[in-house]
């Protein structure tokens, strides 16, 4: 859909709640966000995982929501 009007991912960042699953395994992805430009090249694919544990949150997240949230 996006090709169809010259936009084409640039950067694809991941997103993960939690780095294991509950089983044990790697956690799945719950979500992806995507950065469109006009130019056509390979995207940059990035990870970002919100959580080490319950309520407990990685530094790149807080690192991103900051002026978002008061208190983190």
């Known amino acids: 859909m996006a090709s169809e ?5 640039n950067r694809i ?3 993960r709640g ?3 699953s509950r089983h044990g395994g ?3 992805e ?3 966000m995507v950065e469109f430009s006009f130019e056509k090249i390979s995207p940059k694919i ?3 995982t919100i959580e080490t ?3 407990k ?11 978002f949230y008061l208190k983190m």
Not at 5 to 9: A, Y
Not at 60 to 67: A, F, P, S, T
């Open 5 to 9: 009007v010259n936009l084409f991912p």
């Open 46 to 48: 990035e990870n970002l």
């Open 26 to 28: 790697q956690a799945e």
């Open 57 to 67: 949150y990685t530094e790149e997240y807080k690192n991103l929501i900051r002026e």
């Open 30 to 32: 719950k979500r992806s």
């Open 53 to 55: 544990s319950r309520h």
């Open 13 to 15: 960042c991941r997103v």
């Open 18 to 20: 939690t780095e294991t």
